[in-house]
Every structure is written in C-alpha cells, then in structure tokens.
C-alpha cells in the first residue's frame, strides 16, 4: 500500500499570502496523483489531477506541481474562503487508493 | 447538473447492518466506475470501496473487505453499499464519489453530499 504523507498539519496564512502544501508518497506515483479541498461540513472537492492540471471551474490562484514522490499544491493569494483541509490522493497502485491525513490551512 | 445524493445513514447497534444508496443524476452513470470514501469523526479521508462500470470488478479496503459489499444498478442510476457486521470504528460520514470514464484507473472528481452512520449501543 502507499502511505502518502502531507506536510505541514496545519499551515498558518494571512489573507492575501501565498500558501505552499505539502505532499509525499512512499514510492514513486509518477504523476498520478489529486487534490482536494475540504471546507468545515462540506464534502471534498476535486482540485488538482494528473498532479498539475486544474479540476473545471477551479480558479487559477490553485496550482499543483511534482512528479515520481514529491509533490505540492501552491495557493497563490489566499481568499477567505480558501481556508479549509487539503488531501492529496495517489491512484496509481490501488487498490486501495490512499489519502493523505489532510494539511489544515488557517488564518494567521 | 451531475449530482450525487447519498442515503440510508443512520443510528445502528454494534454488530448489526445498513444498507447506504447513492443515486446520481445528470450524467450517464452506466459508464462510469463508481466509489465509497468515509471520514470519521475529526479524521481524513478513508477509501472503502469501488466498483467498476459494468459490475464486473469490485475491490474493497482491507478494513471493510468481508463485511460489506458494493453494488450498483444502472437501470436506477444508483450505487449501494451494503454494510454489516458493523462496529464502532465504522462511524463515519460516508461519500460516494464518481471515479473514470470506463476505467477504474483515476482520481474521484464529483462526490456526494454524504450520509451519517453512527455505530453505538
């Protein structure tokens, strides 16, 4: 099974600043691999795939880079309502398919 | 629009069975493959199952596998998920979630609302 294992927590942001997430699989992904976001009480929403193309309707401010095992997910400028959880997801070698445990974007 | 409405959560004694269904709308649900995500309470995302878009191949986490079961009628553009044998550690909000066009190969990019399932005495 691959562990995917997402860095920081809980990342502290002003409005406005750029926020810079982490994401790591235990072996390499190629670049099979998504983002989601997930505000308080909502279900997830698809972000990234492919580990850098954007998910329809979502604003360009999001980006995703990385290949193999070493990923990110760049917000540029942080708006309220971007504050919320991130996973990453890998669906390269599944099952099953494996989640990371989640980095937490808050205001600074 | 394509939306996916869960159902069927709810209050179950250790030990007993539900019966979640997932109907989907506005897109041809026939052809796609078609997952169960759950989150515990204050925890991530926990993949549970998938089911390919014919039936024809399922798998299932190592959590589940034995307990519950995934099926899917595309007469009513529906999903289910059986769950019995349940315990505490099952308590989640399950999702289903659309996976790839003909391909059980890819990521999870329309996800339903979720429903509740509370295993307690």
């Known amino acids: 099974e691959i562990v995917m294992t997402q860095s920081p927590a809980t990342l502290s942001v002003s409005p406005g600043e750029r926020a810079t997430l982490s994401c790591r699989a235990s072996?390499?992904?190629?670049?099979?691999l998504a983002w989601y976001q997930q505000r308080p009480g909502q279900a997830p929403r698809l972000l990234i795939y492919?580990?850098?193309t954007r998910a329809t309707g979502i604003p360009a401010r999001f980006s995703g880079s990385g290949s193999g095992t070493d990923f990110a997910l760049t917000i540029s400028s942080l708006q309220s309502e971007d504050f919320a959880i991130y996973y990453c997801?890998?669906?390269?070698?599944?099952?099953?398919?494996?989640f990371g445990l989640g980095t937490r974007v808050e205001v600074k | 629009q394509v939306q996916l409405v869960e159902s069927g959560g709810g209050a179950v004694q250790p030990g007993g069975s539900l019966r979640l269904s997932c109907a989907a709308s506005?897109?041809?649900?026939?052809?796609?493959?078609m997952h169960w995500v759950r989150q515990a309470p204050g925890k991530g995302l926990e993949w549970v199952a998938v089911?390919?878009?014919?039936?024809?191949?399922?798998f299932y986490a190592d959590s589940v596998k034995g307990r519950f079961t995934i099926s899917r009628d595309n007469s009513k553009n529906t999903l289910y998920l059986q769950m019995n044998s349940l315990s505490a550690e099952d308590t989640a909000v399950y999702y289903c979630?659309?996976?790839?066009?003909?391909?059980?190969?890819?990521?999870?990019?329309?996800w339903g609302k979720g429903t509740t399932v509370t295993v307690s005495s």
């Open positions: 979630a659309r996976g790839r066009y003909y391909d059980l190969f890819g990521y999870m990019d329309v």
């Open positions: 506005g897109f041809t649900f026939s052809r796609y493959c």
């Open positions: 089911m390919s878009f014919d039936g024809s191949n399922k």
């Open positions: 072996q390499n992904i190629g670049s099979n």
């Open positions: 492919r580990a850098s």
């Open positions: 997801e890998q669906y390269d070698n599944w099952p099953p398919w494996t």
